[in-house]
Antibody
């Protein structure tokens, strides 16, 4: 059974940093691209970033480009996102997700974690 | 940047057919994915690549995509179908979600 478990969320001050992790199990992690998707309280879904299975290719939403860095450690089956220069508008539940049926980053997400809440406040 | 437009809300009588639209410029040339999200839960993929159903998704859920509009159709709507529904495409190496449509089953 595929499992994605996010951690690392919490309260951080404006301008601060936080690193989220997503521990994966139940599949060959390195064969699958991964993404982060966020959802601000009471709002819709927003794609944040994606990374290829090897980690060699990364993609970002304009809203986080230059501030967030996605990475992965295939030896630990773990996905990360380093979030710097955090703003109030980054407050959201952050989900990791992937396309289990294709492995591609450019596809629909049929596997999701339960999310971790990041709150940015002054 | 590419934008997807969904109605804020859609209502359907119990047992009838609900249609949720997703508008975008020439969206028919893209693969559209649909998610169902209930309060406090992670999204669930209900349609991928326009009309394909993942395993475990009832046949009552179907999708179509042409021109500037993609449509998620839910037949024989049930109370358990009440949820937010989001469409999703990829454009220029960027993921794009619609704003979401709240489905109410009357």
């Amino acid at each position: 059974e595929v499992q994605l478990l996010e951690s690392g969320g919490g309260l951080v001050q404006t301008g601060g940093s936080l690193r989220l992790s997503c521990a994966a199990s139940g599949f060959t992690f390195s064969d699958y691209a991964m993404s982060w998707v966020r959802q601000a309280p009471g709002k819709g879904l927003e794609w944040v970033s994606a990374i290829s299975g090897s980690g060699g290719s990364t993609y970002y939403a304009d809203s986080v480009k230059g501030r967030f860095t996605i990475s992965r450690d295939n030896s630990k089956n773990t996905l990360y996102v380093q979030m710097n220069s955090l703003r109030a508008e980054d407050t959201a539940v952050y989900y990791c997700a992937n396309s289990g049926y294709s492995g591609s980053w450019y596809d629909g997400f049929d596997h999701w974690g339960q999310g971790t809440l990041v709150t940015v406040s002054s | 940047s590419y934008e997807l437009t969904q109605p804020l809300s859609v209502s359907v009588a119990l047992g009838q057919t609900a249609r949720i639209t997703c508008g975008g410029n020439n969206i028919g040339s893209k693969n559209v994915h649909w998610y169902q999200q209930k309060p406090g839960q992670a999204p669930v993929l209900v349609i991928y690549r326009d009309y394909n159903r993942p395993s475990g998704i009832p046949e009552r859920f179907s999708g179509s995509n042409s021109g500037n509009t993609a449509t998620l159709t839910i037949s024989r709507a049930q109370a358990g179908d009440e949820a937010d529904y989001y469409c999703h495409v990829w454009d220029s190496s960027t993921g794009v979600f619609g704003g979401g449509a709240k489905l109410t089953v009357l």
